[in-house]
């Protein structure tokens, strides 16, 4: 027959009887240090092994908070002048500073900005021999003693600190401590104060552990790639940016691409030899929004990759721009899901005279038999793709050929504004009319798209829009 229960009669532990008898011995802080440091104040007591802990907080009414502190600072200034009279200087010294100090926690409770709690802190160790019970006891008093807490056996009430270290939110013993707001958070068992990843680049120090941060974008851990960084001017946003480009291009082989407004991350690109492409109505840089390139997409049923054209997901990217185009800075009403209609209509159309489909193999020329490796993918002679301009030459006959009086005022609004956008008619904003002037080539380590240049608002919010469009925010 197996005897199961608890023998209580020990005066400084317990037998736990079952199988193999199991020995506990319950302990209470007894003393505490002046100041609580978080994550350090009771992480030793909570990692230690095999060992139960519970904290019991009560907070404390603040008439009673005010009368305490009242009679403790009375008691304090009475001690400190006997202290003078004595001539004991470093007593009376040290008694000022706790007067002084429980008056500001006094004056902050009345204000409302801070609290006082009643804490017990009790734990209880277990161990399959007295002989071990006895060497953690020691191991865990060295280790509280680190900072500067004191534990103590509860001598002869070994079963009642068991009962209240039971999950029943019972505290059986009288023995507490006094914490303000600020202390008490400190004893909540998040036992490290470590951030950043096992792996990445370094960030910094940890102050408090004198540790590296590493920060790995790209870590598993992370539900995206996604970032955003906040800060008031001079803070170190930019800075922070540049650093996190740099140290993983160098350390962890990533591209970066800046869309730079500014101005400030070309020195940066050169640096790590990357490209600095600048945007402006001076420079002949041209990016053509109605560029196209083949996706590698995984083969949902034989997990090989293929390449393919998705012509509809560009035709909407395309719409998409150029309706941001046409709103410009008015951000007019009357541009509605029917002038989108019409875009997208000639943008379908532009591929189409193209030839271009959602084959892979229409974005090629198939004129004669020659392959130049030195020209493209493959091998093969790249298309000229779609412009603005020959969108915008296509938008102006469709309005000539069009007899629908609903689609009238779209077609002339679209033929007024769009006009600023094409480079034939000397339009101020002609960036991106044209074939692509510039490539992104696979494993450049930096590219800048410097549009600082751009003066006007709606300009640089085209860029962006357009830049995007190009598929090239995947690479950021």
């Known amino acids: 027959m197996l005897l199961v229960g608890v023998d209580a009669s020990y005066t400084n532990h317990i037998a736990i009887m079952s199988s193999r008898t199991r020995y506990a011995r319950s302990m209470i802080v007894s003393t505490l240090p002046r100041m609580c440091t978080f994550p350090e104040f009771l992480r030793g007591m909570y990692t230690f092994g095999d060992i139960n802990v519970s904290v019991f907080i009560s907070p404390v009414s603040e008439s009673s908070s005010q009368t305490d502190l009242?009679?403790?600072?009375?008691?304090?200034?009475?001690?400190?002048?006997?202290?003078?009279?004595?001539?004991?200087?470093?007593?009376?010294?040290?008694?000022?500073?706790?007067?002084?100090?429980?008056?500001e926690l006094?004056?902050?409770?009345?204000?409302?900005?801070?609290?006082?709690?009643?804490?017990?802190i009790v734990a209880t160790l277990f161990a399959y021999?007295?002989?071990?019970?006895?060497?953690?006891?020691?191991?865990?008093?060295?280790?509280?003693?680190?900072?500067?807490?004191?534990?103590?056996?509860?001598?002869?009430?070994?079963?009642?600190?068991?009962?209240?270290?039971?999950?029943f939110n019972d505290n059986k013993l009288s023995k507490s401590h006094t914490f303000d707001r600020r202390a008490m958070s400190t004893v909540f068992p998040f036992f490290?104060?470590?951030?950043?990843?096992?792996?990445?680049?370094?960030?910094?120090?940890?102050?408090?552990?004198g540790l590296p941060i590493l920060y790995d974008n790209f870590s598993s851990k992370l539900s995206n790639y996604n970032m955003v960084?906040?800060?008031?001017?001079?803070?170190?946003?930019?800075?922070?940016v540049k650093m996190l480009s740099a140290r993983s291009s160098i350390l962890m082989g990533i591209d970066s691409l800046a869309l730079d407004a500014e101005g400030e991350y070309g020195i940066v690109a050169e640096s790590l030899g990357g490209v600095n492409v600048v945007i402006s109505p001076n420079s002949k840089t041209i990016i053509n929004i109605f560029d196209i390139e083949p996706e590698n997409m995984k083969d949902e049923i034989t997990g090989k990759e293929r390449a393919v054209l998705n012509i509809?997901?560009?035709?909407?990217?395309?719409?998409?721009?150029l309706l941001t185009?046409?709103?410009?800075s008015t951000k007019s009403e009357e541009v509605n899901e029917l002038t989108k209609q019409i875009i997208s209509e000639?943008?379908?159309?532009?591929?189409?005279?193209?030839?271009?489909?959602?084959?892979?193999?229409?974005?090629?020329?198939?004129?004669?038999?020659?392959?130049?490796?030195?020209?493209?993918?493959?091998?093969?002679?790249?298309?000229?793709?779609?412009?603005?301009?020959?969108?915008?030459?296509?938008?102006?006959?469709?309005?000539e050929e069009n007899q629908n009086p609903d689609y009238r005022f779209h077609y002339s609004y679209l033929v007024k504004v769009m006009k600023q956008y094409v480079r034939e008619l000397q339009g101020q904003m002609a960036y991106f009319d044209g074939q692509s002037t510039f490539e992104l080539l696979e494993g450049m380590p930096f590219i800048n798209l410097d549009i600082s240049r751009v003066r006007r608002e709606i300009c640089k919010t085209t860029c962006s829009t357009s830049i995007v469009i190009l598929g090239l925010g995947e690479i950021c």
């Open 312 to 321: 509809e997901n560009k035709v909407e990217d395309v719409t998409q721009g």
């Open 70 to 103: 009242n009679r403790t600072i009375n008691e304090l200034e009475s001690e400190r002048i006997v202290a003078q009279d004595r001539g004991d200087i470093n007593r009376e010294r040290v008694l000022l500073q706790k007067r002084l100090e429980a008056e």
């Open 192 to 209: 490290t104060s470590d951030i950043g990843h096992e792996t990445g680049i370094p960030l910094g120090f940890n102050k408090q552990t």
């Open 106 to 120: 006094r004056d902050t409770i009345a204000a409302g900005l801070n609290r006082l709690f009643s804490s017990t």
């Open 325 to 328: 185009m046409a709103r410009g």
């Open 229 to 240: 960084i906040f800060g008031k001017s001079g803070a170190g946003k930019s800075v922070t």
């Open 346 to 399: 000639a943008v379908l159309e532009e591929y189409t005279a193209k030839g271009i489909t959602n084959n892979v193999d229409s974005l090629y020329s198939n004129e004669g038999n020659h392959i130049d490796i030195s020209k493209n993918y493959l091998g093969r002679t790249k298309k000229d793709m779609p412009t603005i301009g020959s969108w915008y030459k296509r938008i102006c006959k469709k309005a």
């Open 129 to 167: 021999s007295i002989e071990e019970l006895d060497k953690y006891t020691e191991l865990l008093s060295n280790e509280m003693a680190k900072n500067l807490i004191d534990i103590k056996p509860t001598w002869a009430m070994q079963d009642t600190a068991f009962r209240t270290n039971l999950p």
